[in-house]
């Protein structure tokens, strides 16, 4: 590493302390050598663990300390502390493969019109457990599940025909400056709105994507994708874009679109979870509004259950999971 590095890995770090030791350790074996490691405690509640673990690496790591923010909030941290031209963004529980740097460097050196490119990873799962609950993501490479095809712009992100991702994503540090950072108002998903935001910037932003494999991302049980609050948060992220951006009418339709369906799968996950704290009445209106959407006949099922027989509905959805493959 040189005292101007070129790209600043920057890794925040929340109840991650025994995974964290990898992901550094993919950093330092990358082929690519001008880089820096900025490693942001976010208020760990494993603080002193951590930082005995970041001792270890001495100088090779510049270790930074803060109240609790977020996501959001500790990488904007890492990205005010940075010294690099581009930023790489690290997840403390993933990892980089050794020429991920290499490669994302002469991608945004053979097209300086990107202000960032993301790539192509691997998932694993971290446990059998995990491997049985991530069922057809586990395995497998990220594009082979969420494919990225054609140039990307809002509303080819909005209908998911490009699928940025965070692991091993490369973004100009000017560039995040002047849209002024991750967004740290309330959770949400801050790496979608972050997407969204750079492409209706003024002037607007270009993003680009390789299908290179560069990174694995760890696929755990206690991921927030799996408890609801990725809908959650993806939803948050849909209504911020459709009220601070200034949209086409295309792009208005497709978003809009985009939010009817993401409202349903918000639904569905509050729903189960209303069953499970015995919610009954939250419960029917949450599963009213997926009938409604839907049309299906499954949810006028669960609706007649959850008004005649609602305390044998945790029993049935247990069953369902079992079936599934998901318990």
């Not at 497998?140 to 699928?163: H, K, L, Q």
């Not at 009418?249 to 499970?276: H, I, M, P, S, T």
């Not at 049309?295 to 305390?311: D, Q």
Request: overall charge neutral; hydrophobic content about 35%; some cysteine.
């Amino acid at each position: 590493m040189t005292d101007a590095p070129e790209v600043s890995v920057i890794i925040p770090s929340f109840k991650t302390t025994k995974y964290i030791g990898a992901a550094i350790e993919s950093v330092l074996a990358q082929t690519f050598g001008s880089f820096e490691i900025i490693v942001v405690s976010d208020g760990c509640p494993d603080t002193s663990a951590l930082e005995e673990l970041m001792r270890s690496y001495s100088s090779r790591v510049r270790y930074i300390w803060q109240p609790n923010k977020g996501t959001a909030g500790a990488r904007n941290t890492a990205i005010r502390a940075a010294r690099g031209t581009w930023i790489v963004q690290l997840d403390a529980d993933d990892m980089l493969d050794p020429t991920c740097l290499e490669s994302q460097v002469r991608m945004m050196r053979e097209h300086p019109e990107f202000d960032a490119v993301y790539c192509n990873s691997f998932n694993f799962a971290d446990s059998p457990e995990a491997a049985a609950v991530w069922g057809e993501h586990s395995g497998r490479y990220y594009m082979e599940v969420s494919p990225s095809s054609g140039p990307v712009s809002f509303t080819s992100i909005v209908d998911a025909r490009t699928s940025p991702r965070v692991l091993g994503s490369i973004i100009r540090r000017d560039t995040l400056l002047r849209i002024g950072l991750h967004d740290e108002s309330k959770p949400m998903a801050e790496d979608l709105d972050l997407w969204l935001r750079m492409l209706k910037a003024d002037p607007p932003g270009q993003i680009g994507y390789t299908s290179e494999s560069l990174g694995r991302y760890r696929l755990r049980t206690d991921n927030a994708t799996l408890n609801g609050e990725g809908e959650e948060r993806l939803l948050s992220a849909l209504e911020k874009a459709g009220r601070t951006l200034d949209l086409t009418a295309a792009e208005r339709a497709c978003l809009d679109r985009r939010l009817r369906e993401n409202r349903f799968d918000a639904e569905v996950a509050r729903g189960r979870k209303a069953v499970r704290e015995g919610r009954w009445k939250d419960a029917v209106q949450n599963y009213k509004y997926c009938h409604e959407y839907s049309g299906s006949r499954k949810y006028s099922v669960v609706l007649m259950l959850l008004r005649t027989f609602p305390w044998g509905m945790p029993m049935g959805m247990w069953v369902w999971d079992r079936l599934r493959g998901r318990a």
